[in-house]
């Protein structure tokens, strides 16, 4: 019978981020191959496996600064994530792919695999639209907070009307 494989993808740093850290030893003591797409800090190798879980690592790093900055950091993210993911899948043919946001859209990186009959989950940290308003004092009308709002409709609207990229 054939190892199960799982791929996590966080926007984030991977040995010091305790929830993804977690999950991908639980799912590697459960007996899954584990791949884990995250961002590389300075002095950061691109990839290594550590207790058991490989580490597959992207010139991305979190820097705090405008709220541009932050489209940024989240847009150029999710697209090498998209491009890395979708290599490992091709190679690997992972049965699940868990994506943990911030930033939501970042679950998009999964398409591929998600066409291809992976399961996907995106578990949400934080509503992002909420997350700029808070953190930017911008009002609910503000362009950014309406486009990130429109995201989170059509993905609530997609699960609901049972789209193929929602379902279980």
């Not at 989950?121 to 486009?147: Q, S, T």
């Amino acid at each position: 019978m054939a190892k199960k494989r799982a791929l996590l993808v966080v926007h984030s740093y991977y040995l010091r981020d305790t929830r993804p850290r977690r999950l991908a030893t639980t799912l590697f003591d459960a007996g899954w191959d584990v791949d884990v797409v995250c961002a590389r800090d300075d002095g950061e190798a691109r990839s290594e496996t550590v207790g058991g879980v490989s580490i597959h690592r992207l010139p991305a790093r979190r820097k705090r600064g405008k709220k541009f900055r932050y489209v940024f950091e989240y847009v150029s993210f999710t697209v090498m994530a998209s491009v890395r993911v979708t290599g490992l899948w091709l190679r690997r043919r992972h049965q699940a792919v868990y994506v943990i946001g911030i930033p939501n859209f970042l679950v998009f990186a999964a398409l591929i695999p998600r066409l291809g009959g992976a399961r996907v989950m995106l578990d949400m940290r934080d509503p992002l639209p909420e997350f700029f308003e808070a953190k930017y004092r911008l009002d609910k009308n503000h362009l950014l907070v309406r486009g990130l709002l429109a995201e989170q409709l059509y993905r609530v609207q997609s699960i609901l009307t049972g789209h193929p990229y929602h379902r279980a």
